[in-house]
């Protein structure tokens, strides 16, 4: 698997996630709020994020986010024992 850093992957963690549990994808805001970021540093991971085609994202489009070719697919463990 590609190497990410941890906040980048945390910010993926909460994307893959909410879209689990939502059906379609979080703001920039809810993004930011969900992993306590400021509005500029999701800018940041998310442009990891889609160099890597971890996501892809449509620019000026609300809740476009959606995971990319590469993306490791999966819920994160801690995530399924607290749904349950």
Do not use: Q
């Not at 698997?1 to 805001?29: A, C, K, Q």
């Not at 930011?32 to 620019?59: F, P, Q, S």
């Amino acid at each position: 698997m590609t190497e990410i850093d941890i906040l980048t992957r945390g910010v993926y963690d909460f994307i893959v996630v909410y879209i689990h549990d939502n059906g379609y994808s979080p703001t920039l805001r809810e993004i930011g709020e969900g992993c306590h970021m400021a509005h500029t540093t999701i800018y940041n991971h998310l442009g990891k994020l889609e160099g890597k085609d971890w996501v892809v994202r449509e620019y000026n489009v609300p809740r476009s986010i959606r995971l990319g070719e590469h993306a490791p697919h999966y819920i994160a463990p801690t995530d399924i024992d607290s749904a349950s």
